[in-house]
């Protein structure tokens, strides 16, 4: 006789219905299932509240590059040094190479009514006399529209590339972040960089 045992049809439908009704699995499936969108949304969270922080210290640092130098009554380009050496410093713990500042000052000239380079320095400098936008809100005027004369600003651009840590959410090549701070200058009308304050010296 065949040691093999028969399997009549109603075991099989019982086991069946067993398997219909075992649970067991199922809690490591559903992880499988919903283990990447936690990845994703973990990852992600990293990457943009990263980037949020590293805004906020560009903006810092525009607004301060700007507050300093407008802060004196005359600069050297050691002073600028050491106000992009701050900057630096700031920017900690992100990778201070990815970092670009500049300070200007701007002469809104009333003739033209256009904002001109009176000097500049760092890392993405101007010419003397190349034209700035500003905003309009900043620039002094009388009842008949016209500039006041005499005014001039302190601009603090800052531009940094931020790469993200796992570059899920945030493109892996990193975006540019970007801030510009405007100060008038609060002691003199106008911080001396060099002999003058007029569009074409300094």
């Not at 969270?45 to 407008?70: N, P």
Request: aromatic content about 8%.
């Amino acid at each position: 006789m065949s040691p093999c045992r028969v399997v009549t049809a109603p075991i099989v439908l019982s086991r069946a219905e067993q398997l219909r009704h075992d649970c067991r699995g199922v809690g490591a499936v559903e992880f499988a299932l919903i283990l990447p969108l936690m990845l994703l949304m973990f990852f992600g969270t990293i990457d943009i509240s990263e980037g949020f922080a590293a805004k906020r210290k560009v903006s810092q640092i525009a607004q301060t590059v700007s507050d300093l130098t407008s802060r004196n009554t005359a600069v050297s380009d050691t002073d600028i040094t050491n106000f992009f050496i701050i900057a630096d410093a700031m920017l900690t713990p992100y990778d201070k190479s990815q970092l670009k500042a500049t300070i200007t000052q701007v002469y809104l000239d009333p003739s033209s009514k256009t904002a001109k380079t009176v000097w500049s320095r760092g890392d993405e400098k101007k010419n003397k006399n190349d034209v700035v936008s500003v905003p309009d809100a900043l620039i002094t005027k009388d009842t008949s529209g016209n500039w006041l004369p005499d005014q001039y600003l302190i601009v603090g651009a800052v531009k940094y590339g931020y790469v993200p840590v796992i570059g899920w959410v945030v493109a892996k090549g990193g975006l540019t972040l970007s801030q510009t701070a405007y100060t008038k200058p609060r002691q003199v009308t106008c911080v001396m960089l060099g002999t003058t304050c007029t569009p074409a010296g300094g």
